[in-house]
């Protein structure tokens, strides 16, 4: 899923990718190092470029306990 998204969004120009993590939420984390993001204070990143270009930006919420 997170590879599909990335590959659509560089298709389109991006070169960038951030996305938020809530503290304490280990498999988003994980779910997105697996991808070759690395944490940035609790913000994950992963850049084709070694710097510039333009960015998107997913949150992940994770489901409402009820």
Known sequence: MRDTLMEEFRSTGHQLFD???LPG???????????GFAARSIIMHHSDLG?????????FLPPAES
Not at 26 to 35: D, H, I, Q, S, T
Not at 51 to 59: V, Y
């Open 51 to 59: 710097d510039g270009g333009r960015r998107i930006r997913a949150q």
């Open 19 to 21: 996305s938020h993590v």
């Open 25 to 35: 939420h280990r498999l988003a984390k994980n779910f997105f190092e697996a991808g």
